[in-house]
């Protein structure tokens, strides 16, 4: 029995939520948390309600597909949409009253006194109303195409004719800040948020009209953003994807949310105007919209507001003025962020671009920062000569655009671009740099879980295994090489490679487990994941669990597995940890008769990622390195404030065993401050 995917993701989000709600966080941390889960929501309707939309409209043929009836799903989504919506709504009014307590006020353009009044027009005038294009209803036949993911506002004139104008405002909290904080009185803060401002400045846009009253509400418009990429292979690559972004403006509409204030007339217009039916994702909310924005929230008040600062732990491992490729052929290095700085990695490109013995770097990129220092490493090598060679995923979602870019700036400076692999997403995170030593040649890899971003390693808790252990590298050459050539199908002893070998191995370490099991052994597996939906691998911890595997599943997004089926004899246990960093490292340990092997990966079990991408599971043979990830892993296991028991009715509770306070992220940073 497996649990809907799309309905285990809306109860992933709904930790997030708990965060939110959750009074022993800091006030504007929690702010954060609810900024975090508007912005789960707008993506979970945009790609997932898009793929399940699509579904439907294949009638049997989408029921076969899904393994289920996607109308259902729909209906059960929309369902819990609801009852978060309405836990969310009562969040945010609590919010805003403890936010009063610390002299923070958020006031609307009614509130405004003579001196705030004068402060928000000169602010209008000058910043706003420049950036404003109102669109008017019905002068045409024609309804604008409204932008995915924007926020309008939806305007209603009563003239004194007694006719009716509606108009359509863009917020353009694109280029210009959703917050406008206020001079401040007396110790109190106050903020305006530009829908309000533009509310507040409505009789300066519409002035030629002769009306009686005039009113503005928020709506907003999520479409189907998944591309679709032809397979005509005369188009490049760049161009076809290029293309696909383009079309996400018109991308078919999912979910239409607005300001339940809204007139009827009004409403009722921009309904049938977008076409939507019936049943549609039509969903009621509150006075503002794109919650998103509110992980921007201004830095203001206490600073006991905020979590306290964890500054980044040197790696005891690499000296400072000393070289990071010899500490990395002395020794493995495994580096945890956002525990570790990731300066580290910056400074290991860096050392590699000055080094005149390097003579070639090579590198995977998925997801790059605004101002990627990562990019102007590989920029500066190429200048001084070395080879450097990129490959670019483009296929990122919501990245697509960037990456095009910096696959541009990096060919113009001389670096080969490789756009991925034909029908294959690039996932893996690999970086190779080649040494001459003398008349030989050595490799040093880093093989990590998440993307080389400087910005993203400061929440996302990943790792990099740093190495110049020769079983490793010789094969992270073998990976670069298939990218260069696709034909090429090597043999992988030691990493795990996706699509050829991945599936395969995985399955075959959880089926020796249960033999050792049946046999009367102690059998254990313990998998620290994103996601756990692939349903040949959970049948596989199913029979595991059955026969006596102790089965442990850290899994922090979505998860398909029902721990409480009654013939798993309650050796699966599951849990997931939300906190402050967001769990995204893979890390899989197979207990192997007692000779632990360790895997890190950056791949989760999901079809997708073992079938239709490169990805790479890398085995970590260092003893100390293997005590410190068993360490890690069992310390979350212990944490008894953020972790939630995963079981199958869904219920999100924090687990409590354990008399002594455990934060897993907390103590994992002052045991390696401690170190």
């Not at 490729?325 to 570790?340: C, V």
């Amino acid at each position: 029995m497996l649990v809907n995917k799309e309905i285990s993701w809306l109860y992933f989000n709904e930790r997030v939520l708990q965060e939110a709600e959750n009074a022993e966080n800091p006030l504007r941390e929690r702010i954060h948390f609810m900024g975090i889960y508007s912005n789960n929501m707008d993506e979970f309707f945009r790609v997932r309600v898009a793929t399940l939309k699509r579904l439907e409209s294949l009638g049997k043929q989408g029921s076969i597909i899904l393994g289920a009836d996607p109308k259902k799903i729909l209906k059960e989504i929309q369902t819990i949409v609801l009852q978060q919506r309405d836990r969310f709504n009562k969040l945010f009014h609590s919010i805003l009253k403890e936010l009063e307590t610390e002299n923070i006020f958020l006031v609307n353009e009614t509130q405004l006194d003579e001196e705030q009044s004068a402060f928000v027009y000169q602010y209008f005038i000058e910043q706003v109303r420049p950036k404003l294009i109102p669109i008017m209803l019905g002068f045409s036949n024609k309804f604008p195409v409204l932008k995915d993911d924007a926020i309008y506002l939806a305007v209603k004139l009563h003239l004194k004719s007694n006719k009716t104008q509606f108009a359509l405002i863009k917020i353009p909290a694109d280029s210009i800040p959703r917050f406008l904080l206020l001079p401040k009185k007396c110790l109190k803060n106050s903020i305006i948020l530009l829908d309000d401002i533009i509310r507040f400045g409505l009789k300066d846009i519409f002035y030629i009209y002769d009306y009686n009253t005039i009113s503005a509400h928020v709506i907003k418009l999520t479409k189907d953003a998944e591309l679709d990429i032809s397979d005509d292979i005369v188009e490049s690559y760049v161009k076809k994807v290029s293309m696909s972004i383009k079309k996400r403006i018109s991308g078919v509409p999912v979910r239409f949310v607005y300001d339940r204030e809204i007139p009827q007339d009004l409403l009722d217009y921009l309904i049938k105007k977008l076409k939507f039916s019936k049943d549609a994702a039509i969903i009621s909310g509150g006075r503002y919209h794109n919650f998103k924005d509110f992980m921007d929230f201004p830095k203001i008040g206490r600073k006991e507001l905020k979590f306290e600062k964890l500054p980044p732990i040197p790696h005891k491992d690499i000296i400072h003025h000393s070289g990071i490729l010899t500490a990395i052929k002395r020794k493995d290095i495994l580096l945890h962020f956002p525990y570790h700085g990731f300066y580290n990695f910056i400074d290991l490109l860096r050392e590699a671009a000055i080094d005149p013995d390097v003579k070639e770097i090579k590198i995977t990129l998925y997801r790059l920062a605004k101002n990627s220092s990562v990019i102007n490493a590989l920029i500066n090598a190429a200048n001084n000569g070395k080879n450097v060679t990129a490959i670019v995923e483009i296929q990122a979602r919501f990245d697509e655009e960037a990456n095009i870019y910096w696959s541009n700036k990096l060919i113009e400076q001389g670096v080969k671009v490789i756009y991925g692999v034909n029908n294959l997403k690039v996932h893996s995170k690999l970086c190779l740099i080649t040494r001459q030593e003398g008349k030989n040649i050595v490799n040093f890899s880093c093989v990590g879980t998440g993307n080389f971003n400087e910005v993203s390693a400061t929440v996302f808790s990943d790792v990099f295994l740093l190495t110049a252990d020769n079983r490793i590298t010789k094969e992270v050459v073998k990976v670069f090489d298939f990218f260069n050539k696709n034909y090429k199908d090597d043999h992988f002893r030691h990493l795990l490679v996706a699509p050829f070998y991945m599936r395969k191995k995985i399955l075959k370490l959880i089926i020796e487990e249960t033999k050792i099991a049946k046999s009367g052994k102690y059998a254990a597996i313990w998998l620290k994941l994103n996601n756990l939906v692939d349903d040949e691998v959970i049948q596989a911890l199913y029979e595991a669990a059955a026969n006596g595997v102790k089965v442990f599943l850290n899994v922090r997004g979505m998860f398909l597995v029902n721990p409480d089926l009654p013939e798993l004899k309650g050796n699966l246990k599951a849990m997931a940890i939300l906190d402050r960093f967001l769990e995204h490292a893979r890390i899989f340990i197979f207990h192997n008769n007692g000779k632990n092997l360790y895997f890190i990966s950056s791949a989760d079990l999901m079809k997708r990622n073992m079938d239709y991408r490169v990805e790479v599971a890398c085995p970590v043979y260092d003893p100390e390195i293997q005590k410190q990830l068993k360490y890690f892993m069992d310390l979350q296991w212990l944490d008894n404030t953020k972790a939630r028991v995963l079981g199958g009715n869904f219920s999100n509770r924090i687990n409590i065993l354990g008399e002594q306070k455990v934060n897993a992220q907390l103590d994992f940073y002052h045991f390696l401050n401690n170190q």
